[in-house]
């Protein structure tokens, strides 16, 4: 669970070249009385006119397909927890749960409800486990790797092709353009109502 004042973005786990240990329990601690009466009075700010509109994201990868969630929806990204099997439940979309720093949460296969193949290369050292949606609804999945966080600007997004598997576009908010980086944005809450779905 994310500690109370917490954001997705620093409960996010990252062990990607240039990220010390040091780094990462400095994003993890605590915030502190002090920190958080600061942070909400900065909320309360008017916010600058070129960020207006912008919205942060968590990228990922997919073999070779970069993929985003809107970083209001992550609530953590670690290191791979496999899926353990539900007896008679786990199949199509649901995988079955998973131990994520303590805490069982629901598994998905976020290829299969994206109808993406299967992966073709075997799991490396940088798969992930991405976890989204409320804290009393949880849901987690594989992907291939981390990319990290950007900024968009939501109304700039650009429509999907028409090439777009129907599956997949089902779920796509638009597509972004981020340090030379094709990223296909997929909506939240969508693909949590996907998730919700595979329990039917």
Not at 46 to 61: H, K, L, T
Request: proline share 6%; aromatic share 4%; net charge negative.
């Amino acid at each position: 669970m994310i500690p109370s004042g917490h954001t997705p973005e620093q409960s996010i786990e990252r062990s990607d070249a240039g990220l010390t240990d040091s780094l990462l329990k400095l994003l993890d601690r605590p915030v502190a009385a002090d920190d958080l009466s600061r942070a909400a009075a900065d909320a309360a700010l008017p916010a600058d006119a070129g960020e207006r509109g912008r919205v942060g994201i968590v990228m990922f990868a997919l073999e070779n397909e970069t993929l985003a969630l809107p970083a209001s929806v992550v609530r953590r990204v670690t290191t791979f927890a496999p899926p353990v099997r539900i007896p008679h439940r786990s199949s199509g979309v649901l995988r079955g749960v998973c131990n994520v720093r303590g805490e069982l949460v629901l598994c998905a296969d976020l290829r299969r409800l994206l109808g993406l193949p299967a992966r073709e290369t075997e799991a490396g050292d940088s798969l992930r486990t991405m976890v989204i949606g409320p804290a009393h609804a949880s849901w987690a999945f594989e992907v291939d790797a981390l990319h990290g966080i950007g900024r968009i600007n939501r109304a700039a997004l650009a429509t999907p092709p028409l090439t777009v598997e129907h599956s997949l576009g089902a779920y796509v908010s638009g597509l972004a353009e981020l340090d030379g980086r094709k990223v296909t944005v997929l909506d939240g809450e969508r693909i949590l109502d996907g998730f919700r779905a595979g329990l039917a």
